[in-house]
């Protein structure tokens, strides 16, 4: 199989909301891959964050592919409108939608890639007959819908699993885990078989962005 890149994705839901271009800086100058942004709605979590507009500014101010999360319910709705905005890669929830093929389908047809999020209790087995339509798996190792959680490590056998999936079928698929990833969770992670890392509080809850992912990096190293 071929290797998947090391990839480490901030998450501005941590970031100080008043001055999200001066933290996308931050991460990009620090050495970040992507940048990490949470979309919640209210319903399918209950959150509100922030929306397609947010997603064009922030376009403009990083060179960096920015890494949506849709954690909203019928995803489908709006998949086109946060390509448009300037999503590279578009993750929507299996639990959100009731048709996850069509809708990583319109992903790719639009020219992003496509992902797909898993919560805690949705087993790998949901994701199955769709594997060959996605770019990314997402799994939570939180609830979604709130930063600043602890890390489930019940979770790294589903990582693992995802990852088994993936290689089954000869695909590059990149494992993305999200949920109290820091320097002390990430290694478990990247052994399980994941490579690409959201952290939101790991990096912008620090106090010193540069050095969180300098030893994020070292933890994979």
Known sequence: MTKRNTLISPSILSADMANL?????QAQTAGADWIHVDVMDGRFVPNITIGIPVVAALKKCTRLPLDVHLMI?????????????????????????????????????????????????????????VIEKLDMILIMTVEPGFGGQKFIPAMLPKVSEAARLAEEHQLV????????????????AAKAGANSFVSGTGVFGTGDVALAVRELRAELS
């Open 73 to 129: 319910a019928e995803p489908e709705r709006y998949v086109n409108d946060f390509i448009k905005a300037g999503a590279d890669i578009l993750v929507v929830h299996a639990e959100a939608t009731c048709h996850l093929y069509r809708t990583l389908e319109i992903i790719r047809e639009a020219g992003a890639r496509a992902g797909v999020a898993l919560n805690p209790a949705t087993p790998v087995s949901t994701i199955r007959h």
């Open 173 to 188: 698929v990149d494992i993305q885990v999200d949920g109290g990833i820091n320097k002390e969770t990430i290694g478990a």
């Open 21 to 25: 271009a001066a933290a996308v800086e």
